[in-house]
């Protein structure tokens, strides 16, 4: 997040020396005219000769870095998905929250002498939720829309938002949008659904904590035997999806061999389906591992 730091203040005489417009008694040398011309506001650092000093000799506290010193003032541009969206971003600031992209546009690849990186694979929604991480320190809600009266739907793609930030590297960031996914879904009481379990383990290869979650989901599901998710998520259904897709359906039979009691996901420990060891700490905290 950005800091500001403090409005400057006329009145904070300490902090301020005026130089006199009128030609001074003892010539200056050509060097100091340059740097100090008549009339120029300069701090009391500057005249005691000792930066980051006041004129007693104490140190001065740092001041906050400015706007312009977080962001930078070159800007990079990302072109995203199939309609190729393009965002244009602080390199500095993109760079120094993401390694990826420093190595991108500040090594010897040709992004860095373009200032172009195209990510054609990509959703522009997910791109616009990793930036707003960028400059905001944090993703987005998951908010619930109605599709035609018929059931509620989230509002963006966690799995695709997942799978840009495994692919860039960004652990802290799939366990945010984890945590947002799992938020939303014992929120609204709903499930992910059998597109959403093809989709986890078509973006992201195994080990993966995603595809450790859909394979909970899978046999929560299963567990069912009545209601509304007995009907969307019948045997015939689950059975088709485990010989379409192999990884699934090991992964699926191991859990229910070696998984014991059936567990909703929903309200297991989050950490659970984080990318960060039990004694490594948590994004929530980055202090020690969570509890």
Known sequence: MVKYGPAYSPQDASSVAIV?????????????????????????????GGEGKRSG??????????????????????????DKAKFLVHKKLLCDKIPYFDKMFNGGFEEARSKIATFSEDRAQS???????????SIRKI?????????????????????LAHKLCLRDVQ???????????????????????????DKVLSPSPLRTLM???????????????????????????????????????????YGGAVEDPRVMPRCDFNCHGKDEPCYLTKKGPCT
């Not at 050509?30 to 005691?48: D, K």
């Not at 000799?57 to 199939?82: A, C, H, Y």
């Not at 984890?178 to 093809?198: C, H, I, K, Q």
């Open 20 to 48: 006199n417009s009128q030609a001074p008694t003892t010539i200056p040398s050509t060097s100091e005219n340059i740097q100090n011309p008549p009339g120029t506001v300069v701090s009391s650092a500057m005249t005691s």
């Open 57 to 82: 000799g104490k140190d001065e506290p740092k001041q906050p870095f400015t706007f312009r010193e977080n962001m930078g003032s070159e800007t990079v541009e990302l072109i995203v998905g199939k």
């Open 127 to 137: 791109m616009d939720l990793l930036l707003g991480w960028v400059y905001h320190g």
């Open 143 to 163: 908010q619930g829309t109605n599709n035609n009266g018929v059931r509620e739907i989230p509002s963006w793609s966690f799995v695709d938002m997942y799978s």
């Open 175 to 201: 366990d945010e949008v984890m945590d947002a996914y799992l938020t939303y879904s014992f929120e609204g009481e709903s499930m992910p659904s059998f597109e959403t379990w093809t989709s986890a383990y």
């Open 215 to 257: 394979v909970y989901f899978g046999r929560l599901a299963l567990s069912f035997n009545a209601g509304e998710f007995a009907t969307a998520f019948d045997v015939p259904s689950i059975l088709e999806l485990l010989f379409d897709n192999s990884d699934f359906g090991v992964d699926f039979l191991n859990l229910i061999r």
